[in-house]
């Protein structure tokens, strides 16, 4: 017996339908006046769980390709002792960087939402440094230059816009993002060159193939 039988009969006798499969069937037992019936559920849920035999799990069949469509483990980049130390040194410097907000834009909603603009007014607060406004962007708030340009995961990035463009490059070393004006028909050509060479994507997005697509 599944567990929506099992809460379709806890409703019709007014009982609560929340909790696990074993408090359902204690419920059901302890509100049922007739032991036949407690022992006929107990019996067939018995029987499903004797169907499902352990066989079942084992071989390859039970495992499908499509499984392998849900997670596929990122691919890492080879990097040496001085690059790594640098990554970590830039996201601890990252940390530490304070956000860089336009001018008022505790006044204006608008300017909230929008990146930084550096402010040219004669009188600006900010542009003056004062100490109650927030900070200006300067080079002293530059990052390590050994990791300067990287991704996150230690890959250089390499803009693409077609499959061509993914020849020659060092999968080890290098990663690929697709430029943004590119479609899904160069993307689905795009992502068959890269899995074959063995190059990481990393703004790789899912679409239906549809058509000659597939």
Aim: hydrophobic share 30%; no cysteine; charged share 40%.
């Amino acid at each position: 017996m599944t567990v929506a039988e099992l809460k379709d009969l806890l409703r019709a006798a007014g009982l609560p339908v929340s909790g696990k499969k074993a408090e359902l069937i204690t419920r059901l037992q302890e509100s049922s006046d007739t032991p036949e019936s407690v022992e006929e559920t107990e019996s067939e849920i018995e029987e499903s769980i004797d169907e499902i035999d352990d066989d079942d799990f084992e071989g390859e069949e039970f495992f499908e390709d499509e499984w392998d469509d849900f997670h596929t483990a990122r691919q890492k980049p080879v990097l040496d002792d001085e690059t790594k130390d640098a990554l970590k040194t830039r996201s601890a410097q990252k940390k530490k960087q304070p956000k860089f907000r336009r001018q008022e834009w505790f006044r204006y909603k608008r300017l909230s939402r929008t990146g930084w603009k550096k402010p040219r007014g004669d009188d600006s607060s900010q542009r003056k440094n004062r100490k109650y406004r927030s900070p200006m962007v300067r080079v002293g708030y530059g990052k390590i230059a050994d990791a300067r340009g990287l991704h996150p995961s230690g890959f250089e990035e390499i803009i693409v816009e077609t499959a061509g463009d993914l020849d020659g490059l060092n999968p080890e070393r290098q990663a690929v993002r697709i430029a943004a004006s590119v479609g899904n028909r160069k993307r689905a050509s795009i992502h068959d060159r890269a899995d074959d060479l063995g190059l990481r994507i990393l703004n790789r997005r899912r679409f239906r193939r549809k058509g000659d697509l597939q």
